[in-house]
């Protein structure tokens, strides 16, 4: 199923859970809304450990962040009429705080997370894949980028220190 409607600002403003599932704003790029969407996750993990917050709470704040994107991507993707349109982009920023936080905090440690994160997430291999044909609404929107941040951050325990 696809939309004709083709978001803009406009759509972004007409509702919050919009703009919150369009990742601010970085969903509505032409190429690779996802990566774009990603992206957002970097600045907002390194401003939430600039301030001392520590890494293990931005995990747990990942769990309430998890909800809110259910409930924002299942009102965006009811109103686009495509159950996960790839401009929707909050599962990915969410699920990169995760591997973020899970992820050595140092510049290659970050670019290794956000890389693997993205092969991830691109490729679906199962059972993100699976998941992602089999669960709609935005729980399905959400859980497979959980999955693919799930399958990132073992393959970065399993490298060497960085």
């Not at 993990?45 to 890494?55: F, N």
């Not at 995990?59 to 009429?81: I, K, Q, S, Y």
């Amino acid at each position: 199923m696809t939309t004709s409607l083709k978001p803009d600002w406009a759509f972004l403003r007409r509702h919050p859970a919009h703009f919150i599932a369009f990742g601010f704003g970085s969903g509505l790029a032409r190429k690779a809304p996802g990566t774009w969407g990603t992206l957002v996750a970097l600045p907002l993990a390194a401003l939430w450990m600039g301030t001392g917050l520590s890494a293990t709470l931005l995990l747990a704040a990942c769990v309430p962040l998890f909800v809110l994107g259910c409930w924002v991507c299942e009102v965006t993707g009811r109103a686009l009429g495509v159950h996960d349109y790839g401009g929707i982009v909050f599962d990915e920023i969410v699920a990169m705080l995760a591997v973020l936080a899970l992820a050595p905090p140092t510049a290659l440690g970050w670019l290794v997370a956000f890389l693997l994160f993205r092969l991830f997430d691109i490729a679906k291999p199962w059972p993100i894949r699976w998941v992602d044909s089999k669960v709609h609404g935005g729980f399905g929107v959400m859980v497979d980028d959980v999955l693919a941040a799930v399958m990132a951050a073992i393959v970065m325990r399993l490298l060497p220190p960085m």
